[in-house]
C-alpha cells in the first residue's frame, strides 16, 4: 500500500548499512520503471555497472516482476556478499523472485501516530495541550498511515488555530489529503483490469466488514467471476487485509480513496455507479435522479422509523445488482426494480408478504431480516440463481416457503423465528444445501422427515429451538454433516447410534457438535 513507510525503511537500512559494510558499488533505485522503459539496454547498462561487484542495491516500488527479474534473477552477476532490497506493493512479485526473507510493513500504533503528527505540525513530539483532542481524532483518521500524518501534520504547521484543525478534520473524514490520496491511487492503477477494480470498489463502498465467502457469492452472481481469486490479489497487494473471523478489511484511507473515485467520477449523484452517502442516496430516490450508471445503493436509516420511498424511484436504474434498505418502505409498483439484482439486503421490511410483482429471478443473496411477514410469498416463483436466502427475526413468520423451485439454495438463516412452527418438506429436496439456522425458533416442535435426505449439509443449528425434543436416527443420512448444534433445546437422550458418531461431552454441553472421523 502507498504511504505505508516502504521507501523510508528501506532508505533507513540502506543508510545503515553502507556504513557498516564494506560495499564497492551503491545503488539505491527509486526509478526502476524509467529504466526498464529504455528497453534492455538499462537493465543492461545497470547489470554492467553492478557485475562482480560487492554492491547494495535497493529497487524501490517495483510494480511487476518483468521490471526486476534480469536483475534479481540472475545473482551471479553480484559478488559474493552482496545485498538486494526489493520494495513493492505485491507480495506475490517477491515470491516469485524467491526472495530470502519478507517484511511486512504494518501501521504505526496510537502513540507512535501521533508523535510523528506532533514532530510535523508543532516541531515537538507531542501535541500543544488545547490541540491534543483535535490531534487524536486527525490522527485516528490517518490510520497509521506515515505519509499521511506527515502530510496533514505538515499542511497544519503555523496554522494553530482550532478553526484550521477542526477543517482538516471534517475535510479529512470525506477524502484523504491530496499527496496521500496520489500515492495510494497508485495502487489501484495497478490493478489488472476493470474486474478487479469493480470488486475493489465493490468492497470500498458496500462489503468492508463482512465475510469473504459471503462476498465472494455475491461478486461471482454479479459477473466478476473468480472473485476468490480477484480478492486474494488484492489482500496480497496490500489493498485488502483479512480481519477476526475471515472479515474483510481495509485501511480507512483506501477507503476513502476508492470512494473518493466513485464520487468523482461524476458532479450528480444519479450518474455514479456506486451511492452510499446518506445525502446522495436521498436526492437520488426522493427526486427521482437515478440513472442506468447505478450499480449499487445502500440506504442505512439513521433510526428505527421507516422512510417511504416510490418504487418508481428506481425505473431508470436498470444496471442495479447491489441493494441494501434499511427501514424502507417501497410505495408503487415493485416490477420498477432492477432485473439485474444480485444482492437484495432488506431490512424492516413492514408488508406481510412480498407482492406478487416481485419478482427478481436473478438474486443470488436474499435478507429480508427483522420484518414483519407471516409468509414469504403467495406462491414460490422460480429463483435458480438463489444460493443465500436469511429470514432471521422474522417475529411473524408461521411456515416456511415450498422450496421446490429454489434448486441452487446453499444456506438457509431463519434465526430468531419465534412463530415458525412449520418446515415445508421440499427442503429435503435441495441438494445442494450446506447450511440450515434455525437458532431461537422457539415454536418449532419438529423437523420434516425429509430433512435426512440433505446429504451435502454441513451444518445444522438448533440452538434454542426449546420445543425439539428428540434427535432421530435419520439424521445419520446427512454424511456431510459435521456441524450439529442443539444446545439449549428439549432433546434429553440421543440414540446409541448418533452418540457414536458424534462426541457425547460436545453433544449436550457445547454449542456445536463435531462427527468423529
Same mark, same amino acid.
Given at each position: 500500500m502507498g504511504g505505508s513507510g516502504k521507501t523510508t525503511t528501506a532508505r533507513a537500512i540502506y543508510n545503515q548499512i553502507h556504513l557498516q559494510w564494506k560495499f564497492v558499488d551503491l545503488s539505491f533505485i527509486e526509478n526502476i520503471k524509467d529504466i526498464c522503459n529504455k528497453g534492455e539496454g538499462g537493465v543492461i547498462h545497470l547489470q554492467e555497472q553492478l557485475k562482480g561487484k560487492r554492491a547494495l542495491i535497493v529497487l524501490d516500488d517495483v510494480s511487476t516482476y518483468d521490471q526486476v527479474k534480469e536483475i534479481c534473477v540472475n545473482r551471479h552477476y553480484f559478488a559474493r556478499g552482496s545485498v538486494l532490497i526489493v520494495t513493492s506493493r505485491d507480495v506475490r512479485i517477491l515470491q516469485l523472485l524467491e526472495v530470502d526473507h519478507v517484511y511486512s510493513i504494518n501501521e504505526m500504533d496510537k502513540n507512535k501516530s501521533l508523535e510523528l503528527f506532533s514532530w510535523h505540525a508543532f516541531r515537538q513530539p507531542s501535541p500543544i495541550k488545547e490541540f491534543r483532542q483535535l490531534s487524536e481524532n486527525i490522527v485516528a483518521c490517518c490510520g497509521g498511515l506515515p505519509l499521511a500524518l506527515e502530510a496533514i501534520g505538515s499542511s497544519l504547521r503555523k496554522r494553530t488555530t482550532e478553526?484550521?484543525?477542526?477543517?482538516?478534520?471534517?475535510?479529512?473524514?470525506?477524502?484523504?489529503?491530496?499527496?496521500?490520496?496520489?500515492?495510494?491511487?497508485?495502487?489501484?492503477?495497478?490493478?489488472?483490469?476493470?474486474?478487479?477494480?469493480n470488486i475493489f470498489l465493490d468492497i470500498c463502498c458496500f462489503f468492508i466488514g463482512k465475510d469473504i465467502a459471503y462476498v465472494t457469492e455475491i461478486l461471482n452472481g454479479c459477473g466478476l467471476y473468480a472473485a476468490d481469486t480477484k480478492i486474494t490479489d488484492l489482500i496480497e497487494r496490500s489493498l485488502l487485509k483479512v480481519e477476526k473471523n475471515n472479515k474483510l478489511g481495509m485501511h480507512d484511507m483506501l477507503r476513502d480513496m476508492g470512494r473518493a473515485i466513485v464520487e468523482r467520477s461524476a458532479k450528480k449523484p444519479g450518474e455514479r455507479s456506486r451511492l452510499w452517502f446518506h445525502e446522495d442516496v436521498h436526492k437520488v430516490l426522493t427526486k427521482n435522479r437515478g440513472t442506468k450508471t447505478v450499480k449499487g445503493l445502500v440506504w442505512k436509516s439513521q433510526s428505527n422509523n421507516n422512510v417511504f420511498f416510490k418504487a418508481d424511484s428506481f425505473r431508470k436504474m436498470k444496471k442495479l445488482r447491489l441493494l441494501q434498505l434499511d427501514h424502507v418502505d417501497? &410505495? /408503487? +409498483?415493485?416490477?420498477?426494480?432492477?432485473?439485474?439484482?444480485?444482492? =437484495?439486503?432488506?431490512?424492516?421490511? &413492514? /408488508? +406481510?408478504?412480498?407482492?406478487?410483482?416481485?419478482?427478481?429471478?436473478? =438474486?443470488v443473496v436474499f435478507e429480508l431480516e427483522h420484518n414483519n411477514i407471516e409468509q414469504v410469498w403467495n406462491e414460490t416463483k422460480s429463483m435458480e440463481k438463489l444460493k443465500i436466502l436469511n429470514l432471521s427475526h422474522s417475529k411473524y413468520f408461521t411456515s416456511t416457503p415450498d422450496f421446490s423451485k429454489l434448486p441452487n439454495l446453499e444456506k438457509l438463516i431463519m434465526e430468531d423465528c419465534p412463530h415458525l412452527s412449520e418446515v415445508h418438506q421440499s427442503i429435503g429436496d435441495l441438494s445442494k444445501l450446506l447450511l440450515i439456522n434455525l437458532k431461537d425458533c422457539t415454536s418449532l416442535s419438529n423437523l420434516p422427515e425429509k430433512i435426512n435426505q440433505l446429504t451435502s449439509l454441513t451444518t445444522l443449528i438448533l440452538s434454542g429451538c426449546s420445543k425439539i425434543d428428540r434427535l432421530e436416527e435419520g439424521i445419520l443420512q446427512m454424511e456431510s454433516l459435521t456441524t450439529l448444534a442443539i444446545n439449549d433445546t428439549g432433546v434429553k437422550e440421543v440414540p446409541y447410534s448418533v452418540l457414536g458418531a458424534f462426541n457425547n461431552s460436545e453433544l449436550f454441553g457445547y454449542n456445536a457438535t463435531q462427527r468423529i472421523n
Open positions: 478553526k484550521y484543525f477542526e477543517n482538516a478534520l471534517s475535510e479529512l473524514r470525506r477524502s484523504p489529503n491530496g499527496k496521500v490520496q496520489k500515492a495510494l491511487i497508485k495502487s489501484y492503477d495497478g490493478l489488472e483490469d476493470d474486474c478487479q477494480r417501497l &410505495t /408503487g +409498483d415493485y416490477v420498477h426494480l432492477s432485473q439485474k439484482l444480485r444482492w =437484495l439486503h432488506w431490512q424492516g421490511f &413492514t /408488508g +406481510d408478504r412480498i407482492p406478487d410483482e416481485f419478482y427478481q429471478k436473478n =438474486l
